[in-house]
Antibody
Framework: EVRLVQSGGGMVRPGGSLRLSCVGS????????MSWVRQAPGKGLEWVSG????????SYADSVKGRFTISRDNAQNSLFLQLNSLTAEDTALYYC???????????????????WGQGSLVTVSS | QSVLTQPPSVSAAPGQKVTISCSGS????????VSWYQQLPGTAPILLIY???KRPSGIPKRISGSKSGTSATLGISGLQTGDEADYYC???????????FGGGTKVTVL
């Protein structure tokens, strides 16, 4: 059974930082591209960032570029999202998601988001 | 404003069918496969349709997907109260080099 278990959410002040983690099991973690998706309270889904299977290629939404950093540790079956310079607009439930296609591309490309974590709540407030 | 356009809400009686549209452009829907996601209240999204019209194992045949040009459609027939949820379309945008979602559609069973 494919599982994505997230940790690391919490409350932080504006301008602060936070690191989210996502551990995969039930599949060969290093074979798949991964993404982070967020959902602000009462709003829709917003793709935030993605990383290819090897970690050599990353992509970001314009809204987080330069502030967030995605990374992975395939030896630990782990995906990370470092959130810096946080603002109230970053308050959201953050999901990690695994791509559905076995695809060893040099560049990150999402095909479809087959499996999702349970979500980590990030609240930015003074 | 979402890159992909969906109606905010649709509704129908139990047993009836609803369709949800997802309109994009040549750089996203027109150029790539579309997938659909269901989000029940308070839960993480799940994949309903991938590659325009394929169902993952466990998704019933009354769920269907199609694509024509720069628009895609999700169909849910034999509507049940358990289908009340938010539904999102998504695809890769070749120009943005990013994944994009529609704004979401709330399905209500009357």
């Amino acid at each position: 059974e494919v599982r994505l278990v997230q940790s690391g959410g919490g409350m932080v002040r504006p301008g602060g930082s936070l690191r989210l983690s996502c551990v995969g099991s039930g599949f060969t973690f290093e074979d798949y591209d991964m993404s982070w998706v967020r959902q602000a309270p009462g709003k829709g889904l917003e793709w935030v960032s993605g990383i290819n299977w090897s970690g050599g290629s990353t992509s970001y939404a314009d809204s987080v570029k330069g502030r967030f950093t995605i990374s992975r540790d395939n030896a630990q079956n782990s995906l990370f999202l470092q959130l810096n310079s946080l603002t109230a607009e970053d308050t959201a439930l953050y999901y990690c998601a695994r791509d559905g296609l076995l695809w060893f591309g040099d560049l990150f490309t999402a095909h479809y988001l087959a499996y999702w974590g349970q979500g980590s709540l990030v609240t930015v407030s003074s | 404003q979402s890159v992909l356009t969906q109606p905010p809400s649709v509704s129908a009686a139990p047993g009836q069918k609803v369709t949800i549209s997802c309109s994009g452009s040549s750089s996203n829907v027109g150029d790539n496969y579309v997938s659909w996601y269901q989000q029940l209240p308070g839960t993480a999204p799940i994949l309903l349709i991938y590659d325009n019209n394929k169902r993952p194992s466990g998704i019933p045949k009354r769920i269907s997907g199609s694509k024509s040009g720069t628009s895609a459609t999700l169909g849910i027939s034999g509507l049940q109260t358990g289908d009340e949820a938010d539904y999102y379309c998504g695809t890769w945008d070749t120009s943005l080099n990013a994944w994009v979602f529609g704004g979401g559609t709330k399905v209500t069973v009357l």
